[in-house]
């Protein structure tokens, strides 16, 4: 038998590539164990651990993007229920928590914590963008250099 190092699915040795993962390579469970990569009839041990959190559902997003891209799995999901409006809720907690397997996490939280200074930087930006749009807009012309 032959398993994908993407999603696990198991096929017969005759087969090449997997339906699911255009981009999956097939294996043997000898190449499957060496990676430290559950097959389809094994139990799914992994300890996940909170790796990062978000505001948002699209910054979530994101970083689940992020990671994927990096090839780590990751899990993202609600703290809790309900509406995540901090006015009516009070609630000020990140909405969103980011998981990975126990033995990423030291990498995963690097990427997130470098994707967070990227997003900030970008926010400024846009800030600064939309000031000087609105200042011009209002006839003020646009700020002297500084």
């Not at 469970?29 to 300890?47: F, N, S």
Request: glycine share 6%.
């Amino acid at each position: 038998m032959k398993y994908c190092v993407e999603c696990g699915s198991e096929y017969q040795d005759s087969v090449k590539a997997c339906a699911d993962c255009p981009e999956g390579q097939l294996v043997d469970p000898e190449t499957m164990r060496q990676r430290g990569l559950p097959m389809a009839h094994e139990r799914d041990t992994r300890q996940f651990v909170r790796a990062g959190t978000a505001e948002d559902p699209l910054t979530a997003e994101d970083y689940v993007r992020l990671l994927e891209a990096e090839r780590i799995p990751v899990i993202a999901r609600p703290q809790g229920s309900g509406s995540v409006d901090a006015l009516t809720t009070g609630n000020v907690l990140p909405w969103w928590e980011i998981l990975v397997p126990a033995e990423h996490s030291v990498r995963a939280i690097d990427l997130l914590a470098r994707e967070k200074d990227n997003l900030k930087a970008t926010e400024a930006e846009a800030i600064r963008a939309a000031e000087d749009e609105e200042r011009e807009s209002e006839g003020f012309g646009a700020p002297p250099p500084a």
